[in-house]
């Protein structure tokens, strides 16, 4: 009976902690910056929609502009969060030279704010730029 209650607790316990992962969730970015070489390119948000799906196991990400149906582009993939590292693994994309690849990044979330910095470097696609992007909750 004791190993039953023990049982009980610990898959209580692994569930509730899975549940407690508050990056997931719907967030819609509000801000993205670029460092890429010398130049810092602010993305302008005025015409488009990016937003984020994170379960918890993978991410999805779409972009539309809001008038019409040009410039849309969309990933998915998995990741793993370890505190504040949040690794993507992008399985799902148009672009060949980034797919399967692993993107390290250092998240925060602050209320219903997600904050996400990092290195993005995939040579074969000639991709070396830091990144700062930042989330509402959206659900």
């Not at 504040?84 to 399967?100: D, K, P």
Request: charged share 20%; net charge positive; glycine share 6%.
């Amino acid at each position: 009976m004791k190993r039953i209650v023990f049982t009980f607790l610990v898959l209580t316990l692994f569930s509730c902690k899975k549940q407690s992962n508050t990056i997931v969730g719907t967030w819609k970015m509000v801000y993205a910056e670029t460092i890429e070489n010398d130049s810092i390119n602010i993305k302008n948000l005025n015409n488009t929609e990016f937003i984020k799906i994170i379960n918890h196991s993978h991410f999805a990400f779409f972009n539309q502009q809001k008038d019409g149906n040009e410039n849309f582009y969309g990933g998915s993939g998995t990741y793993e969060l370890n505190g504040q590292n949040y690794t993507e693994t992008l399985s799902f994309t148009a672009v060949n030279a980034i797919r399967n690849h692993t993107f390290p990044f250092k998240v925060q979330i602050k209320g219903d704010s997600l904050i996400q910095t990092g290195l993005e470097e995939v040579k074969e696609a000639g991709i070396n730029r830091m990144i700062t992007e930042k989330y509402i909750r959206i659900n």
